[in-house]
């Protein structure tokens, strides 16, 4: 049977400021659908025993793109290139990714999702990488969402080399960035200009992140079909419904 895929919402709308909104791009939903999931969007949870029990009834978890994260969560001062965070957000995320983990469930973190999976399990991040990082490439592009307009170097021997190759060009919108990994996870991605692209955890089932935005890739030349598909094949090992 299909598995079930929670995929974690936004609750900001730009474009209506003050409204209470839970949304999800619909690519997401486009790609779980593709390559054989059901996706269902997941409600912000206050700590990990409720984390525990929506996940109780999923055989997946996508961590998914939006706004910035606290840098307290990871021992910083926000420094002046921090963007819009959303403290009840990063809460349920972090709770959410540190249970599925545990349990070894099937994790695919997407740019913003990359980063809490870091920062779930110790890792930090560049704040602001214009103002970090001197020399580095716009990692935040001006461009149609499916864009590829850098490559990444693909680490061998890693799960993301065996889906995806040694090298792709990927789509970047963030001005943030993993700077540490954390302990028990690898890097597997780096950028030209050595910024962090994608990691993974070896000792998982399927526990992997990217920087950039493979659900907008669907049947495209730089399609990253593969990565949906081998998350959604773990998905049903663990337990399709």
Aim: glycine letters at 10%; charged letters at 20%.
């Amino acid at each position: 049977m299909e598995p079930l895929i929670g995929v974690t919402a936004s609750s900001r709308c730009l474009e209506e400021p003050g409204q209470d909104w839970l949304y999800i791009p619909h690519d997401y939903f486009r790609a779980i659908r593709r390559a054989g999931g059901i996706p269902v969007m997941l409600p912000l949870v206050a700590d990990e025993a409720e984390a525990a029990r929506v996940l109780d009834r999923l055989d997946g978890l996508l961590l998914s793109g939006g706004d910035d994260l606290d840098p307290s969560l990871y021992g910083e001062l926000p420094l002046p290139g921090l963007g819009m965070v959303d403290p009840a957000r990063d809460a349920a995320e972090l709770a959410y990714a540190r249970v599925a983990v545990a349990r070894d469930m099937p994790t695919l973190g997407i740019c913003r999702g990359h980063q809490v999976l870091a920062v779930a399990f110790g890792g930090t991040l560049w704040q602001d990488l214009p103002s970090q990082v001197p020399g580095c490439l716009k990692h935040k592009q001006q461009a149609p969402k499916d864009h590829p307009t850098h490559p990444v170097s693909i680490a061998a021997g890693t799960r993301l080399a065996a889906l995806l190759g040694a090298e792709r060009r990927v789509n970047s919108r963030h001005h943030q960035a993993v700077k540490r990994v954390p302990d028990g996870w690898v890097e597997s991605a780096v950028a030209p200009d050595g910024v962090n692209e994608a990691m993974e955890h070896p000792g998982r089932r399927f526990a992997l992140s990217v920087q950039w935005h493979p659900e907008n890739h669907q049947g495209r030349p730089y399609n990253f079909d593969p990565l949906f598909d081998a998350f959604i094949a773990a998905a049903v090992e663990k337990g399709g419904r």
